[in-house]
């Protein structure tokens, strides 16, 4: 069970809780994972929730300019319900929306119980964390108190597949003061509609055209504020021509592209891309002047990448257990 507030209506109160792991009136107010899967230093761990479902989040080490720096990806629901054809977390479907204090947990656990300084924090686990902002908003207010866990904002990224509602919504928060660098990825994974529309069920009512426009009304600052994300799958969306074809759709943006070597799960046809094929996107894009960066493919072996969670590990003995 979580010992954790269930919403920040007391943030003054818990914030002890979240910065130094102590509130005298609880006995018990750890947050201690269930399991840990240790993947050359990628680590993913479960909470088990009071209903016996868990949260999957993974800590990602990466090396910074001058130190390692950690990225926390959370999960914002257990399952969900986008359907995107790629992601292992689509094959169980939603089975609840996380609370607030569920999604803030797992930053706890990754800092106190896992003793891991965390850097950043990206909303790009389990679920679409804008189909679940009653949670999600409060949780980046908390997450960014300067006398909790004191993350900066310019540090978070809520992750969607184009949710427009949401989209003004988050855009409503990052035009508050203390949350103007809040950073939005958008999953734009397809060239055109017709593609998208074979990967991405949301695409058959949301189209790139009405999901550009939603983004570009999205605060900008001078650190970036937006980033598109592209799954490059082999015989999908990777020829030169998509290459071509998205650079042209995301100029108006002027964002940066995180490209994500698809990882091949359960069930799915696509292997992994080629590095061939990945470098020729990659040089592709650039020529048309596009920023790329290649998401580098950590922790596979625990099946703690991208588009991985929600996988077998749920009810497979762990490697690590702490
Ligand atoms: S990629 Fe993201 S939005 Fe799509 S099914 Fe997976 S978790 Fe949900």
């Not at 910065?19 to 269930?34: C, F, G, M, Q």
């Not at 949350?179 to 017709?194: G, M, V, Y």
């Amino acid at each position: 069970m979580l010992g954790i507030p269930s919403e920040n209506s007391d943030l003054a109160k818990w914030r002890g809780f979240y910065r130094d792991n102590k509130y005298p009136e609880l006995a018990e107010t750890s947050v201690i994972p269930s399991k840990v899967v240790d993947d050359c230093g990628t680590l993913k761990f479960l909470l088990k929730l009071s209903d016996g479902l868990e949260t999957e989040s993974v800590i990602l080490p990466i090396d910074g300019f001058k130190k390692k720096r950690h990225t926390l990806c959370v999960s914002s629901q257990v399952g969900c319900a986008m359907g995107c054809t790629f992601c292992q977390t689509a094959k169980l479907g939603l089975l609840r929306n996380l609370t607030t204090a569920e999604i803030v947990a797992q930053w706890h656990a990754a800092f106190h119980a896992l003793d891991t300084k965390i850097d950043n924090v990206v909303f790009m686990g389990m679920g679409e964390p804008l189909d679940n902002l009653d949670a999600v908003i409060p949780a980046i207010e908390i997450l960014a108190d300067n006398n909790g866990p004191g993350v900066a904002s310019s540090r978070i990224c809520v992750s969607t597949v184009g949710r427009l509602d949401g989209i003004k919504e988050l855009a409503q928060l990052a035009r508050t003061n203390g949350f103007k660098r809040l950073s939005l990825a958008f999953s734009i994974n397809a060239p055109n509609d017709e593609i998208r529309k074979t990967i991405m069920p949301l695409a058959r009512s949301v189209s790139m055209e009405q999901l550009r426009e939603a983004i570009l009304l999205y605060p900008r600052h001078d650190c970036g504020g937006v980033l598109a994300e592209y799954v490059l799958i082999p015989g999908v969306n990777d020829s030169e021509g998509h290459a071509l074809e998205l650079c042209k759709y995301l100029k108006p943006i002027g964002c940066n592209l995180n490209l994500i070597p698809y990882n091949p799960i359960e069930n799915n046809p696509w292997e992994a891309p080629s590095e061939e094929s990945i470098e020729r996107f990659i040089e592709v894009a650039k020529s048309t002047g596009q920023f790329v960066h290649r998401r580098i493919t950590l922790g596979k072996d625990a099946m703690a990448a991208c588009g991985q969670l929600g996988n077998k590990s749920l009810d497979q003995p762990c490697i690590v257990s702490r």
